[in-house]
């Protein structure tokens, strides 16, 4: 068989080894060493290539910002800053019908500045959000949807840690990566709260309006939250105004997060340890599939299949927004069977050849390379809120056990056509994505 063939019949297995749910890093990892013993034709140089393969991915100094982000995330769940964001917002919002899903969709995008994952967004802002909407009569498509898509803005607003692996695998920068996601993150901040106003407008009975707070009130939650915002603030301000790198200013967001929970009283030896506990089961899940991703990767590279693939494309004669719109089709269907972390590294090595080998509005590499990874990781969070999976979907759903599966799905569908207006809009306007990463260049 020729190296093309072998790619697209490693490609198969995975899919099939995926299906009989076989963990993806395993499954990579078994797939790529398959593949480059028969490419190969022995097991020399697959023996050779494992002994550098751990060392030389984990001694990567730049992949030290996952797990401190994870720390972060952690920090600000068990230390109840979650509570401290949700109850500002609502303090403003609750009033107004509808307003205690749009206070959770605030919620959502403020822990996702200090957090960095959709699951982790999704299920503490359920914890906190959801007995005060169902406390209000919301009805139980409205809240659970509302929480299932805010969680996305987890990965949407940096820090991300899909933006740092796909950084990682690119040679992009970080800062440039994690300015360009704030702007699509605030517009599908925006979008999800236009899409309750709507859904309130025309059954008003779907979310009630709550009791309105004095300005006292206010003024308390909003001193309360002042220090989450200041985190948000010097992590991102760090990385791009160059006085601190992604890694440093990583460690300093979970040591402010760290302090911040313990002084608030929401966390206490236990919640260290908790924390501690949470981050390195999550870095080493994440550590697995970037380890399998690399087996996989090295197989692809040794059959030819991603420059075999891009230069086909490059030929076709097919128009570059075409094939960009069915590279963002597959990533939804993807999203049927995998995570968003296992899509983007098993993704991305056959992709961005074939984005980087075409011309969009006549862009420069690196304006290119950020607005494919914004592009992708929008599409990717889809999958975290669309049937079957639906991660998102599900977490809520065991949250709110009153609350039917299929009405969860169907409380989502409104957030997912504001996904796709999103998408659509990114797609014909890059720059949307590029202004900052410019304007402070």
């Given at each position: ?104 969709i605030g919620a959502c995008a403020g822990f996702g500045a200090i957090c960095g994952s959709s699951l982790a967004t999704a299920a503490t802002m359920g914890q906190v959000a959801l007995p005060e ?309």
């Open positions: 068989m020729s190296g093309f063939t072998v790619g697209l019949l490693m490609f198969a297995i995975l899919m099939a080894l995926l299906v009989v749910r076989v963990p993806i890093g395993i499954a990579m990892f078994m797939v790529g060493a398959g593949g480059y013993v028969y490419l190969t034709d022995s097991t020399l140089p697959l023996l050779n290539s494992l002994k550098n393969l751990a060392y030389a991915r984990l001694s990567n100094y730049d992949i030290i910002v996952i797990p401190l982000f994870l720390l972060m995330g952690q920090f600000a769940t068990h230390g109840g800053l979650s509570k401290a964001l949700f109850r500002f917002v609502a303090a403003f919002m609750g009033h107004k019908r509808g307003g205690m899903a749009i206070a959770s909407l169902r406390r209000f009569g919301y009805s139980g498509a409205l809240s659970t949807g509302a929480l299932a898509a805010g969680g996305t803005l987890g990965i949407m607003i940096p820090p991300s840690v899909p933006l740092v692996i796909y950084a990682i695998l690119t040679q992009e920068s970080i800062g440039d990566l994690f300015m360009a996601a704030v702007l699509p993150g605030v517009i599908a901040m925006v979008g999800y709260m236009a899409v309750i106003a709507i859904i309130v407008r025309i059954n008003p009975a779907a979310g009630p309006a709550g009791p309105r707070e004095d300005w006292a009130e206010r003024l308390r939650c909003l001193l309360r939250v002042l220090p989450v915002l200041l985190v948000f603030v010097v992590v991102i301000v760090g990385i791009y105004g160059g006085w601190a790198n992604p890694t440093e200013a990583a460690a300093i967001g979970a040591a402010a997060c760290g302090l911040l929970a313990v002084i608030s009283g929401g966390m206490r030896l236990r919640g260290i340890m908790e924390s501690m506990m949470g981050t390195a089961h999550a870095t080493a899940m994440i550590f697995l599939v970037l380890l399998g991703a690399d087996m996989l990767n090295t197989a692809l590279a040794l059959s030819q299949l991603p420059a075999d693939l891009a230069n086909t494309v490059k030929e076709s004669g097919l128009s570059p927004m075409l094939v960009m719109v069915m590279i963002l089709v597959t990533y939804i269907f993807l999203g049927c069977v995998m995570d968003s972390l296992a899509m983007i590294l098993l993704t991305i090595p056959i992709f961005y050849p074939m984005v980087m080998g075409l011309d969009f509005y006549g862009m420069s590499h690196t304006d290119k390379s950020i607005w494919f990874g914004i592009l992708a990781l929008m599409v990717v969070e889809i999958g975290l809120v669309h049937p079957p999976v639906g991660m998102n979907v599900y977490i809520i759903n065991r949250l709110a056990k009153d609350v039917p599966l299929k009405e969860t799905f169907k409380g989502v569908m409104p957030f997912l056509a504001s996904d796709l207006l999103r998408i659509v809009l990114l797609l014909l306007m890059p720059g949307i994505s590029l202004y900052l990463v410019h304007a402070f260049k």
